[in-house]
């Protein structure tokens, strides 16, 4: 009864993978052949495994190299199969670059060029005055403790990408001293806050320090804040009368919030 049953897999097996093109490794091994010796039956190992040395590539999958220039016998002497004349038959000029436009002026040259693109160049927000005391008045601003520019980020006063620039417009609606530190300040705005006891100091802040000062919690170890790196950015900070934070008489008697001037464990983390 046994054996019956060894013998009714064995062909249930042989059936199964006898429709399937194994490829010449099947045809050499008789992986498939199968011989029952009373009670013990045998299936036959191939006579060839597949290993690195006997891979092989679908046939067609490759197709060889045209190598012309080899003469006329070749099939490809001469010309090389690129015709006579035109475009197509030089080198280099059979796929023209992106605004080719056939040999007539291309677009791109033919309207002239005005102007540059200054890569220092800041994108600082306008602050005005009235808005300031508007968030005062509204519980939003907190004018006892100097404002930077975390505070203007936090308080949504407005939104900046390089710096804030702090207007005088609606100078009289402000009635509060305040402390702010901002990018840079006019004229108008420096005369109504020291009217009313404030302070003005104009802070410089790179791309990474203001990435540090906005959001502290992404940093393990704050960075120390870097200095103004042209001249021309250097003598602004250093000017009294813009009230830089680097100008004599205003380094001595105020200390930046916003401004790290040594590497520091952010303990907040």
Avoid at 71 to 100: A, L
Avoid at 155 to 174: H, I, T
């Amino acid at each position: 009864m046994a054996t019956l049953r060894v013998t009714r897999a064995v062909n249930l097996l042989h059936r199964q993978f006898s429709g399937l093109n194994l490829g010449p490794i099947q045809r050499m091994s008789h992986l498939h052949t199968t011989r029952a010796i009373g009670t013990v039956f045998r299936i036959d190992r191939p006579a060839q495994f597949v290993s690195l040395n006997n891979l092989r590539d679908n046939k067609g999958s490759r197709k060889t190299k045209k190598r012309v220039g080899r003469g006329h016998g070749s099939g490809h002497g001469k010309t090389c199969g690129r015709g006579q004349k035109g475009q197509k038959s030089r080198s280099g000029n059979s796929k023209p670059g992106p605004g080719f436009e056939g040999g007539q002026t291309p677009l791109m040259r033919v309207f002239p060029k005005r102007g540059f693109k200054n890569a220092h160049a800041r994108d600082l927000q306008p602050l005005n005055l009235d808005k300031i005391q508007h968030w005062i008045n509204t519980g939003r601003l907190d004018a006892s403790k100097p404002i930077t520019l975390k505070s203007i980020y936090d308080a949504n006063l407005v939104k900046f990408k390089d710096g804030v620039s702090l207007l005088g417009r609606g100078s009289g609606y402000l009635q509060v001293p305040i402390t702010i530190e901002v990018t840079r300040a006019s004229k108008e705005a420096i005369k109504r806050v020291e009217e009313l006891g404030g302070r003005v100091v104009c802070v410089y802040h790179n791309k990474l320090a203001l990435r540090a000062l906005l959001k502290p919690e992404k940093f393990a170890i704050l960075p120390k804040s870097a200095m103004p790196m042209t001249a021309k950015m250097r003598r602004m900070y250093e000017d009294k009368e813009r009230r830089g934070f680097l100008a004599e008489g205003i380094k001595e008697e105020y200390v930046p919030v916003s401004f790290n001037f040594e590497r520091r464990v952010n303990e907040a983390v």
